[in-house]
């Protein structure tokens, strides 16, 4: 190589513009014997030592002032293992040639990478402490085809990007490097000089730790130990079982009162999980944990999509939390946002220049509701990490499944657009095809890798299908958020009682399509902020009214069919909006008893009554578990339904939405018969009138409601009822 070449190569080397640093870094055969070289700024005196005998074989010449030195081994002409002797200010320190290792990517991980269906592409992506060769160290790999050069910079380099350039793998655009020394908690990023000749620091797309805002680096630390789902975890995910969950914003469910600051995650083990026990739920769900630089944001853009945050302590401090939460009984759902993400410029925005994971054209890669970006579903690189990532929550900490939020921002192209601010598909048409294929594809891989696991359709449009299988049509959700019959409960109960008669058909209506998918009744977060008020807030009349309202309001949607959500609050009737950045007005249950422990004993209740009896959960989604009773009584507002179990036993629920007190009220049932109160939301125990049937209800052979046996008992007013058939 003459002087000429070895001066441009180097001048590339040191500006970054040398793609292929192996390919003249390391030790090389070369025409003038066994040449090494090597890249190493600051250093005064290197030596070329045989790692088997310890034995100095050359000393290397400095051929550059920038850090280059090189030099040939004497007597020796087939390569061996070696290690570089280097003095940096007086102080001689032995270390590994990175250029010394070979390819990382093994040939089936390179060609499923490629391919868009490696199962567990963190296994290969990444950051990974690794021994190879006898040598400690962290083998580093990062998706960016289109850079010109980049490095892996960090702790172990001093951040210079001259020190670690990588390996281009061309034939699926990833670059790696085995980094000797790069050792566990060390935080790093990827220097890329991007396509336009840029220089950009990015974190690592699948780091499994990163700092916290305003910070960003990520971190080195070795992925998770798998763990098991047990079949008890699996049963209670089941359509069949009851599913009660407790909604929650890690960072301000509680506080600490002296300085207003988050509760730790071992903490919240101690303090929520027994809570949520205590309470009656069978499931947490917790608002995104994904690292995320922006605190308004609750997590929904995340920048750290294999990261828990670290705003509440360690990942391994996350994953005894969910350990606790299991230890109690309590399955945990994640909130997962693979819709979109921020454009912080140290994440995944132009990664390499291009938009590498968005779309290039603002129609289709841009949220114009949430200022985000969106995911080019269709590019097998993206719609893989997405994927991989969904798995690597469940096999990697216990989740037991995925809310998927914002599904109908996916499925549509025109969401939330006017005319000619979208691009429609290949077909002219306005569904996301390659996001319905994303979606579609990560429920099959997680219905056969991760059985028992679930995950849970935000989606708020009638899209055909989303908890029905892919097979059918459908997007492979096991549940869907039922937003409509929200809206109309809701619309509902903030009216003033006098004029309920008029909009009796929002009560009634969710039944006509209760079985076209599998639902969750949601009363969530998003209820109880930008202005909507709390739930309490919602509901008309004084301040007795309001309580009696959203007591009734309670009964009947945990009478209703489908599985329950409640955020955090909603269970002790929080009269203020939620605010994120303080805690939940604990205070309200404190000093005298009030209308507020009455709430809370009532959602306490309604819990344990729920999960105690078949028929109030076995058919949720079988038109055999559900039957009206009394479904047309307009003038008074008044409801009847039986709810069924697979065995035949009855559970009726009878709600009154007016203030008046209902005397002999009758309603055909089903057969002869005695019925027993099993919880009544007008208890004084609730706080309520304390008005009822002492205890139980029997029929009469009196027809009524086109039924030969009927019954005629007292209707408290705003009051759900729940009476149980003896047997």
Same mark, same amino acid.
């Given at each position: 190589?003459?002087?000429?070449?070895?001066?441009?190569?180097?001048?590339?080397?040191?500006?970054?513009?040398?793609?292929?640093?192996?390919?003249?870094?390391?030790?090389?055969?070369?025409?003038?014997?066994?040449?090494?070289?090597?890249?190493?700024?600051?250093?005064?005196?290197?030596?070329?030592?045989?790692?088997?005998?310890?034995?100095?074989?050359?000393?290397?010449?400095?051929?550059?002032?920038?850090?280059?030195?090189?030099? %040939?081994?004497?007597?020796?002409?087939?390569?061996?293992?070696?290690?570089?002797?280097?003095?940096?200010?007086?102080?001689?320190?032995?270390?590994?040639?990175?250029?010394?290792?070979?390819?990382?990517?093994?040939?089936?991980?390179?060609?499923?990478?490629?391919?868009?269906?490696?199962?567990?592409?963190?296994?290969?992506?990444?950051?990974?402490?690794?021994?190879?060769?006898?040598?400690?160290?962290?083998?580093?790999?990062?998706?960016?085809?289109?850079?010109?050069?980049?490095? %892996?910079?960090?702790?172990?380099?001093?951040?210079?990007?001259?020190?670690?350039?990588?390996?281009?793998?061309?034939?699926?655009?990833?670059?790696?490097?085995?980094?000797?020394?790069?050792?566990?908690?060390?935080?790093?990023?990827?220097?890329?000089?991007?396509?336009?000749?840029?220089?950009?620091?990015?974190?690592?797309?699948?780091?499994?730790?990163?700092?916290?805002?305003?910070?960003?680096?990520?971190?080195?630390?070795?992925?998770?130990?798998?763990?098991?789902?047990?079949?008890?975890?699996?049963?209670?995910?089941?359509?069949?079982?009851?599913?009660?969950?407790?909604?929650?914003?890690?960072?301000?469910?509680?506080?600490?009162?002296?300085?207003?600051?988050?509760?730790?995650?071992?903490?919240?083990?101690?303090?929520?999980?027994?809570?949520?026990?205590?309470?009656?739920?069978?499931?947490?769900?917790?608002?995104?944990?994904?690292?995320?630089?922006?605190?308004?944001?609750?997590?929904?853009?995340?920048?750290?999509?294999?990261?828990?945050?670290?705003?509440?302590?360690?990942?391994?401090?996350?994953?005894?939390?969910?350990?606790?939460?299991?230890?109690?009984?309590?399955?945990?759902?994640?909130?997962?946002?693979?819709?979109?993400?921020?454009?912080?410029?140290?994440?995944?925005?132009?990664?390499?220049?291009?938009?590498?994971?968005?779309?290039?054209?603002?129609?289709?890669?841009?949220?114009?509701?949430?200022?985000?970006?969106?995911?080019?579903?269709?590019?097998?690189?993206?719609?893989?990490?997405?994927?991989?990532?969904?798995?690597?929550?469940?096999?990697?900490?216990?989740?037991?499944?995925?809310?998927?939020?914002?599904?109908?921002?996916?499925?549509?192209?025109?969401?939330?657009?006017?005319?000619?601010?979208?691009?429609?598909?290949?077909?002219?048409?306005?569904?996301?095809?390659?996001?319905?294929?994303?979606?579609?594809?990560?429920?099959?891989?997680?219905?056969?890798?991760?059985?028992?696991?679930?995950? %849970?359709?935000?989606?708020?449009?009638?899209?055909?299908?989303?908890?029905?299988?892919?097979?059918?049509?459908?997007?492979?959700?096991?549940?869907?958020?039922?937003?409509?019959?929200?809206?109309?409960?809701?619309?509902?109960?903030?009216?003033?009682?006098?004029?309920?008669?008029?909009?009796?058909?929002?009560?009634?209506?969710?039944?006509?399509?209760?079985?076209?998918?599998?639902?969750?009744?949601?009363?969530?977060?998003?209820?109880?902020?930008?202005?909507?008020?709390?739930?309490?807030?919602?509901?008309?009349?004084?301040?007795?009214?309001?309580?009696?309202?959203?007591?009734?309001?309670?009964?009947?949607?945990?009478?209703?069919?489908?599985?329950?959500?409640?955020?955090?609050?909603?269970?002790?009737?929080?009269?203020?909006?939620?605010?994120?950045?303080?805690?939940?007005?604990?205070?309200?249950?404190?000093?005298?008893?009030?209308?507020?422990?009455? %709430?809370?004993?009532?959602?306490?209740?309604?819990?344990?009554?729920?999960?105690?009896?078949?028929?109030?959960?076995?058919?949720?989604?079988?038109?055999?578990?559900?039957?009206?009773?009394?479904?047309?009584?307009?003038?008074?507002?008044?409801?009847?339904?039986?709810?069924?179990?697979?065995?035949?036993?009855?559970?009726?629920?009878?709600?009154?939405?007016?203030?008046?007190?209902?005397?002999?009220?009758?309603?055909?049932?089903?057969?002869?018969?005695?019925?027993?109160?099993?919880?009544?939301?007008?208890?004084?125990?609730?706080?309520?009138?304390?008005?009822?049937?002492?205890?139980?209800?029997?029929?009469? &052979?009196?027809?009524?409601?086109?039924?030969?046996?009927?019954?005629?008992?007292?209707? &408290?007013?705003?009051?759900?009822?729940?009476?149980?058939?003896?047997?």
């Amino acid at each position: 190589m003459s002087e000429l070449t070895d001066r441009r190569l180097i001048n590339e080397l040191i500006s970054g513009h040398y793609a292929d640093p192996f390919s003249f870094l390391g030790m090389h055969q070369t025409e003038s014997g066994l040449e090494v070289r090597a890249m190493l700024p600051d250093a005064t005196e290197v030596w070329v030592i045989e790692t088997n005998t310890g034995r100095k074989c050359a000393q290397l010449e400095c051929l550059d002032s920038r850090g280059f030195f090189h030099g %040939v081994v004497p007597r020796r002409k087939n390569p061996f293992r070696y290690q570089l002797a280097v003095t940096w200010h007086g102080q001689q320190n032995l270390i590994d040639d990175a250029y010394r290792f070979g390819p990382l990517l093994a040939e089936m991980d390179s060609w499923l990478l490629a391919e868009g269906t490696h199962l567990r592409p963190y296994e290969t992506m990444g950051a990974h402490a690794d021994v190879i060769d006898g040598v400690i160290g962290t083998r580093f790999s990062v998706w960016a085809p289109n850079a010109q050069r980049v490095s %892996v910079v960090g702790d172990f380099n001093f951040w210079d990007g001259r020190r670690h350039p990588m390996r281009f793998r061309q034939e699926i655009g990833v670059w790696e490097l085995f980094v000797p020394g790069a050792i566990h908690g060390q935080l790093y990023k990827f220097e890329i000089i991007d396509l336009h000749g840029q220089l950009r620091l990015k974190a690592d797309p699948y780091a499994f730790e990163a700092q916290m805002r305003p910070d960003s680096a990520s971190m080195i630390c070795g992925i998770p130990p798998k763990t098991e789902m047990p079949e008890a975890r699996r049963r209670a995910n089941d359509f069949d079982q009851p599913i009660s969950i407790y909604e929650v914003h890690l960072g301000s469910w509680r506080r600490h009162t002296d300085n207003n600051f988050w509760l730790s995650y071992k903490e919240l083990a101690e303090q929520l999980v027994p809570y949520a026990k205590e309470m009656g739920f069978t499931h947490l769900e917790l608002m995104p944990i994904n690292e995320h630089p922006f605190d308004g944001s609750w997590g929904y853009q995340p920048t750290g999509m294999y990261a828990p945050t670290r705003r509440f302590g360690t990942r391994d401090d996350f994953r005894n939390f969910v350990a606790a939460a299991h230890e109690a009984g309590l399955n945990v759902l994640l909130d997962w946002v693979p819709g979109h993400f921020p454009s912080d410029d140290f994440a995944l925005a132009k990664f390499d220049g291009t938009e590498l994971y968005e779309h290039g054209d603002p129609r289709e890669g841009y949220h114009q509701d949430w200022n985000t970006l969106i995911y080019n579903f269709g590019r097998r690189e993206v719609s893989n990490y997405l994927a991989g990532n969904a798995l690597y929550w469940i096999e990697r900490f216990g989740i037991d499944g995925l809310r998927v939020d914002a599904v109908a921002s996916m499925i549509y192209r025109d969401y939330s657009r006017a005319e000619g601010e979208w691009v429609p598909n290949h077909l002219g048409g306005r569904e996301n095809l390659e996001a319905i294929a994303f979606l579609r594809y990560t429920n099959r891989t997680l219905g056969s890798a991760a059985p028992g696991s679930v995950t %849970v359709a935000e989606e708020s449009t009638d899209f055909p299908g989303v908890s029905r299988p892919p097979e059918m049509g459908g997007l492979g959700f096991w549940y869907k958020w039922n937003l409509g019959w929200m809206h109309d409960t809701l619309d509902y109960m903030k009216l003033d009682p006098v004029h309920r008669k008029h909009h009796h058909n929002n009560l009634t209506f969710g039944m006509l399509y209760n079985s076209t998918e599998n639902f969750v009744l949601p009363l969530s977060h998003d209820e109880v902020v930008h202005g909507k008020k709390s739930i309490l807030d919602r509901m008309p009349g004084d301040a007795w009214q309001k309580f009696a309202n959203l007591r009734a309001y309670y009964g009947w949607m945990f009478g209703f069919p489908g599985k329950k959500l409640l955020f955090m609050g909603n269970e002790f009737a929080q009269g203020k909006e939620w605010n994120h950045d303080v805690s939940l007005d604990w205070h309200l249950l404190e000093g005298h008893d009030n209308w507020h422990n009455g %709430v809370q004993r009532l959602v306490r209740d309604l819990n344990h009554t729920y999960r105690a009896h078949p028929a109030l959960y076995q058919l949720d989604f079988d038109p055999m578990g559900f039957e009206w009773l009394v479904v047309d009584d307009f003038e008074n507002s008044v409801f009847v339904f039986v709810r069924r179990d697979r065995e035949g036993n009855e559970l009726m629920v009878v709600s009154n939405f007016t203030p008046v007190t209902r005397e002999n009220y009758r309603f055909g049932v089903t057969g002869a018969g005695s019925w027993r109160e099993v919880l009544n939301t007008d208890s004084s125990h609730y706080h309520g009138s304390n008005a009822g049937n002492q205890g139980a209800i029997h029929s009469d &052979p009196q027809p009524s409601h086109n039924r030969e046996h009927s019954v005629s008992m007292t209707l &408290p007013p705003l009051s759900t009822v729940w009476l149980a058939r003896e047997a």
